[in-house]
DNA sequence: CTGTTAGCGCTTTCAG
DNA sequence: CTGAAAGCGCTAACAG
């Protein structure tokens, strides 16, 4: 291995000056500057990522956290949000390490500082009470939530659940419906919190609007009721209400309507559905997170309107 | 921050012991260990990342490199081959790092061994002339690839292509097919040569079969020729094919056959597909580079059959 | 079996 | 403006 040393020794002056022509910390005339960027590229030397952390602690590294818990395995929309966190993540050097399923005890163990080498992270789908959030916050490693964390004062991006749902409820009573029925995601996520509060106001707001919401938990699959307007969380609720609804006779459409809140998959979809842009989410997350892993701790609160319906 | 020393003191002995009790390559009386470990835990002490790697040089690191280049962006197979190597990672301890779309440049760079620090890697889609490969084998960082490299001696596990492709020409033979249309993946993957062999070696083993392969780049939405069998390399050139038969009239199934080798999201597919099992993939190359990591430096070679037709 | 000591490669005072 | 020297926290020889 070529170290800072053999750099040294190969310019005749001191490894010390070696490192502030390289860190940029401390001047170092032009032409001194010059021959050992030479004499860097002539060696093929590369800093010791090791020697260098451990000096002044930080590592390029960034952590990406998509879920807690591995409830749900397969969600289509992980691949453009991861590509898009490491793409930015990659135009300002730095390297990323996913995670995905950590359950609250793993998540404890692999996020502690001294066991990942991580300068910050991008946490997805906060839980209304969310042990990660509380640990980054303890360990002060700066942090993104992509969705609507429940309280303390930390960035996040998140697209306004609020918002979209009484826009999807105004739109489907504007087309002449009156019975709403909200199938939302888990109870512990905060993104139910949202979507139950703008489906309930945009109700309370519509003259002669009447709406339910409930939980993946309580959900059989019979049959919607006929003149409902069912508002599906995700794909795979929505297509779970379309199968009942196959199988009994009921049509899609007519009988009930059937609109969900984003689809992994955008082909052959039977329904309409807000599209939702996680590319730029998270995009726009890995850029407020490199911009705090560079000092500009100020939390940032950002309700994007990534979405189309 | 907490250190070694400090737990040393607080139980009057040296840090080396400290260390040893901790590594366990060292005999540490029980007692003495019991002692040493319950001070950890009331000190809530983590050994320093930086400092052990910079000792002991391992990081329990390991790289996940997609593909090389951006051409392709989104494949929906991603999302279940990196969720398998990220559990088969966690459950040997090991933290993985994410690249997607890296250039030759930006690989060589981001992979020195120095720049990040990894362990090990496992390289998808091998190029017939890959330079990240070389590179791993530069820098003697333990690999696997997913995929059938095209030289060297290195760990893979790949489904064997040249077996698939034949079958697949056998069966859609044995329905009565005469003339096959392969439309390959791009020239410069290992991929393509296996899945051209394949369907090369069928069709001269096959009495009066004809056949011909074409590439993407050659690739012009026309209608499909009547009477032929079309095998497309993935779901998105079979997906053009059928838009192009369909536009003009053709019938898929009846004037012409259509299978595809492999599809990112199997709802709603209009077409016969190989279906192909990406998390066993991952898992299988994550279970072989940890092997290596820890010294199993006897490169394996798996042709796995993880595929159904 | 335990403790002392010398590094790992780099950054960072602090005198020249 | 430059260079010697002292760590960062840990591991690993090497004596006791």
Redesign the pocket.
Known sequence: ????????KH?????????????G?????P???QKIMDACKELD????????S????NSKILALVLEQDSTSNYRGFYTPLIVACLKTAARSGRHLLVYSGLDAQEAKSMLKR?RAPIDGAILMTPLVDDSRIRQMEEQMIPCVVIGHPASGDMSYVDIDNVKMLSDVVKRLYGRGWRKFRLVNSERNKTISVDRAEGFGRAISELEGAEGTVCYPDELVERPPECGAAYIASDGKIAASIYRAAKESGTEPGKDFALYSLGEDDENEVHWEYARQDYSKLGERAMEMLVSACEGDTEPKHVFADYYTL
Chains 1, 2 share one sequence.
Do not use: R, W
Request: net charge positive; glycine share 2%.
């Open positions: 291995m070529i170290t800072i040393n053999d750099v040294a310019c005749n002056v001191a490894k010390s000056t070696v490192s502030n022509a390289l860190t910390k401390k001047y170092v005339s032409e001194l500057k030397f590369q800093p010791n990522f090791y020697a260098s451990l000096s002044h602690g001294d």
